[in-house]
C-alpha cells in the first residue's frame, strides 16, 4: 500500500503525464480527514493535487472521486 502522507509517488503520476517538471514545489495543505492534499507550485503554473483514501459510501460527505471530478468541471 502506497503512503499517502508522502507526495513522492503522486509527483511520479504527474511527472508521467508530463505535468509535473523536476523543480516543483509541493506545500502540504491543511484540512481533510480522509484525504491529503498539496498545493503544487511549477514553472507552468500552481496546481493542487488530491491523494484519495479508501472509497467508502459512508458518512455525509463520502469519499467518491468520480463524484467530486463531476462536480469540479460541471459548467
Avoid at 39 to 58: C, H, I, L, M, S
Wanted: hydrophobic share 45%; no cysteine.
Amino acid at each position: 500500500m502506497k503512503d499517502i502522507a508522502s507526495p513522492a509517488w503522486q509527483a511520479q503520476v504527474l511527472a508521467a503525464a508530463g505535468l509535473e517538471p523536476d523543480g516543483a514545489r509541493w506545500q502540504p495543505l491543511p484540512g481533510g480527514r480522509v484525504n491529503r492534499v498539496w498545493r503544487v507550485e511549477t514553472a507552468a503554473g500552481t496546481v493542487a493535487v488530491k491523494a484519495y483514501g479508501p472509497v467508502t459510501a459512508r458518512g455525509l460527505f463520502p469519499t467518491d472521486p468520480q463524484a467530486e471530478w463531476a462536480a469540479l468541471t460541471a459548467g
